[in-house]
């Protein structure tokens, strides 16, 4: 089992940044895909960035690239994503989720990709 703990949202005018972070209670950063969703009211949650074990990879949704930047740090068990450029669209609960047994979902924002999830930090954008 693994438990992880999202922190870091909060209230910002667009254009401002903020910096999520993702606690794995193990080590399972290293060994799985890790990966950023969000959900916004009354709509489906989606796939935000992922990045992958080994080589680092990293893919993003075509509405964050290029603002947003995942990250992991593999001795502290924790993932980040960095958002740069926010705008009120990205106004959302953002969750972190991990894979297991090394496997990591094709495509790679299959919601059911992922078997742990955190409980969720909320990003608000103003105008």
């Known amino acids: 089992q693994v438990q992880l703990v999202e922190s870091g949202g909060g209230s910002v005018q667009a254009g401002g940044s903020l910096r999520l972070s993702c606690a794995a209670s193990?080590?399972?950063?290293?060994?799985?895909?890790m990966a950023w969703f969000r959900q916004a009211p009354g709509k489906e949650r989606e796939g935000v960035a992922v990045i992958y074990p080994g080589d680092g990879k990293t893919l993003y949704a075509s509405s964050v690239k290029g603002r947003f930047a995942i990250s992991q740090d593999n001795a502290l068990n924790t993932m980040y994503l960095q958002m740069n450029a926010l705008e009120p669209d990205d106004t959302a609960m953002y969750y972190c989720a991990a894979g297991r047994d090394r496997i990591c979902p094709f495509p790679w924002n299959r919601v059911n990709g992922y078997s742990y999830w955190g409980q969720g930090t909320q990003v608000t954008v103003s105008s």
């Open positions: 193990r080590s399972t950063i290293s060994t799985d895909c």
